[in-house]
Every structure is written in structure tokens, then in C-alpha cells.
């Protein structure tokens, strides 16, 4: 995924949601099944159309998927705890509570995250996942908001606060 443009800087990158690119692929997976079937079943109109939905309609459901809901992640190489603190520090006026469980599934994508907070100004959950694999700490922050500069300044408010000054 491509790097943020505007005032959040770089650092920020877009992510799709394992929900969204699992739907892709049965998408997928389900148009092309039913083109064979019509293959089989002789009927080539219903292979043409299928096959046409099958290389198009995954595709726009995926992108309009990561557009209309975003996740960003911010990974940095630091322990989580002082990720965690910089983190709170920068949404300390935002009006920022730990996330309950109703919120946020801990199964989906804040699993392994630890904290996840919600932040009312502007909507949005943020949580914090250290990586067992290698010394990363990633900053996810799914969007609930439509409001792009309000988002834009609360990434970047994030990474100037978990981020040093270059």
C-alpha cells in the first residue's frame, strides 16, 4: 500500500480489512464457480456474464471497501509501552476511553492488540499490536469518520507524538 499523502506525513500507510479481502476472494471464488457450472449446465450466456463479473465486480468491492472504511497502520521500531503512552498522550483532549468488548471484537482486527482505545473526536479506534515476529510496534487506526481533515490531523498529531523529530 501507498504511503499518506497531505499533512499526516509519511510513515502512515493504508490497509484493507481481513474481512474485506476475505469477501474478495469468495467473490471471486463464487462467480467463477458459477461460470463453470453454467459452462456445464450449456448455457454460455450466463458464462460471458459471470466471467465478466467475476474479473470487475471483486475488484470495485474490494476498493470501494478500503475507501469507504480505512484502516491505517503506523509502524514504528519502539517498545509498545512507550507507543502506548505517546499514543494516549496525543489523544489525551480527544476524549479517548479504552474500548469494551461490545466495541471492538478482539477476534477481528484488533486481535493481539493491547490497548484499543476509542476516541470520540473525530470516531475512530485506535490500538496498539507488537509484533512477536520481529521489534515492530504498529499503531492501527480504523476510521469511523467521513471527516478527511479531522482524520489527517489526528494521524498526524499520532505521529508526531510516537515518532522522533527528524
Keep these: 500500500m501507498s504511503t499518506a499523502p497531505g499533512p499526516a506525513g509519511a510513515g502512515w500507510t493504508r490497509r484493507a480489512a481481513g ?5 474478495f476472494f469468495v467473490l471471486s471464488g463464487g462467480l467463477w464457480l458459477g461460470s463453470v457450472l453454467s459452462w456445464q449446465l450449456a448455457q454460455p450466456e450466463f458464462v460471458v456474464v459471470l466471467l465478466a463479473l467475476a474479473a470487475f465486480f471483486p475488484l470495485a468491492w474490494l476498493a470501494v471497501g478500503m475507501r469507504t472504511r480505512p484502516v491505517w497502520a503506523l509502524q514504528v521500531r519502539q517498545e509498545p509501552t512507550r507507543v502506548a503512552d ?13 474500548a469494551s ?50 482524520m489527517d490531523r489526528l494521524r ?10 527528524r
Design 19 to 23: 474481512s474485506a479481502v476475505l469477501l
Design 86 to 98: 505517546a499514543v494516549l498522550a496525543a489523544v489525551r483532549d480527544r476524549h479517548s476511553t479504552p
Design 101 to 150: 468488548p461490545a466495541d471492538v471484537s478482539r477476534a477481528g482486527l484488533f486481535r493481539g492488540c493491547n490497548p484499543v482505545l476509542r476516541v470520540e473526536d473525530p470516531p475512530c479506534f485506535i490500538g496498539i499490536f507488537r509484533s512477536s515476529v520481529d521489534a515492530t510496534t504498529t499503531v492501527l487506526l480504523f476510521a469511523r469518520s467521513k471527516n478527511r481533515e479531522s
Design 156 to 165: 498526524a498529531a499520532i505521529r508526531a507524538s510516537v515518532l522522533p523529530s
